[in-house]
């Protein structure tokens, strides 16, 4: 019995933890996704008609000529110019994730082959430079290419360069690029973006200022509905429960009109205030405030401490368990709020996170990787504040279901 239980509970972790997984483990992809990832990309295809074939593919300084053997077609250059070759087209192509270049080559006299490449500005650097015995029979050559030597655009490169400088004839054939897997660059990539960065400052600016104003005003509010006693406060309590199960949505409109009369549209301030001041934290600290000795609060005050003293040296100390929990909770709900700061927010530099991911998808390039990296580094701090303050929020939700 006691298998079957620890089986069902593993198959729910692993069934909960798989998007996780997946979307982290993507991340690291150089192209494709998890499931049909592209680590080799041939360059161009040499089984072409000539005509596209050229069209693809410029020759540099040379003659260059389609030759078929069987059912194999390659390329012959006229080695005999300084530094002929051949310069396949790549469009506008980032080659920070590329590791090596590869090429199956055969020559007939010793050569010198360099291997470099072209942005669109024109420009064109070297990044391997080798000599190449003679040899009539086919040789896989790998040439490793470092990006951060190149003097170049390299995340809009136009050309790759493959020239030699020799007597006789060569012959080119397989021209691939081999991405580096797994790879980092994806995380470069999104956070080289002109705007992630200010969205997750954005983001970290907003959920900060979201989390000090929901630990200090619901614990004073929840303090003064479990310890003192006033005219209609189990009303009041119950109008504050009952505006729990009003749907954001329906107050976004008025709440949008408030921050356009105070001039606050697209700013801090109106992602701020609305959280300033929650119900569920209201409910949450009151609740635990209850459960704590009002027996410590009478010896306060017998000893002359204030209402305000008793709050900051009394009640806030036993209450780290269930600020824990609170702030916990509010940093997470503001950090993946998507619809206020829609609506508030006009301008891309006052865009969160969350919008930020919806606007890389559509303003850039779509490919599962980086959008994955991005999706990775928008949760990571959630994961981390869960994994800080782990002990914390289990023993404040605990303390806080068990009354004394």
Not at 251 to 269: A, R, S
Not at 324 to 344: A, E, K, R
């Amino acid at each position: 019995m006691r298998f079957f239980i620890y089986a069902i509970l593993i198959i729910f972790m692993v069934l909960s933890l798989f998007p996780t997984f997946l979307m982290f483990f993507t991340a690291f992809v150089p192209e494709g996704d998890l499931f049909n990832r592209t680590i080799e990309k041939t360059i161009t295809d040499f089984e072409l008609p000539k005509a596209i074939l050229l069209s693809k593919v410029r020759p540099v300084k040379t003659t260059i000529n389609l030759i078929k053997e069987g059912e194999n077609s390659f390329l012959r250059i006229d080695a005999s110019k300084d530094f002929s070759g051949i310069a396949p087209s790549m469009g506008s192509s980032d080659i920070n994730k590329v590791k090596f270049v590869e090429l199956r080559l055969r020559n007939e006299e010793s050569i010198r082959l360099r291997v470099g490449f072209k942005d669109i500005k024109d420009r064109v650097d070297y990044c391997i430079v080798r000599d190449i015995p003679a040899s009539r029979e086919w040789q896989n050559l790998r040439f490793e290419i470092k990006p951060g030597d190149l003097s170049l655009d390299t995340f809009h490169i136009s050309q790759l360069r493959i020239e030699t400088l020799g007597d006789g004839w060569v012959d080119i054939d397989d021209v691939k690029l081999v991405n580096r897997y797994p790879t980092f660059y994806n995380f470069v990539k999104v956070l080289r973006d002109d705007y992630f960065g200010r969205y997750l400052l954005n983001s970290a600016i907003v959920s900060t200022g979201s989390v000090v104003g929901n630990l200090f005003f619901c614990s004073m509010v929840a303090y003064a509905f479990a310890r003192k006693n006033f005219r209609f406060k189990e009303l009041l309590f119950s109008l504050i429960l009952g505006t729990m199960m009003i749907p954001p949505q329906v107050t976004i409109i008025p709440t949008f009109i408030l921050m356009k009369k105070l001039g606050f549209i697209d700013t801090y301030w109106a992602l701020i205030l609305p959280n300033l001041v929650t119900p569920f934290g209201i409910f949450l600290m009151r609740q635990y405030i209850e459960q704590l000795p009002v027996e410590l609060d009478q010896a306060a005050f017998v000893d002359g401490a204030t209402d305000f003293q008793i709050f900051r040296y009394i009640i806030l100390p036993l209450s780290k368990p269930a600020l824990s929990v609170l702030g916990i909770n509010t940093f997470v709900l503001t950090w993946n709020d998507v619809f206020y700061p829609l609506i508030l927010t006009t301008s891309r530099e006052m865009r969160t996170v969350q919008i930020g991911l919806a606007l890389y998808q559509k303003l850039n390039v779509f490919t599962w990787p980086s959008l994955m990296a991005a999706s990775a580094i928008a949760g990571l701090p959630i994961i981390l504040m869960f994994l800080i303050f782990e002990k914390r929020i289990i023993s404040g939700i605990l303390e806080g279901a068990i009354k004394s």
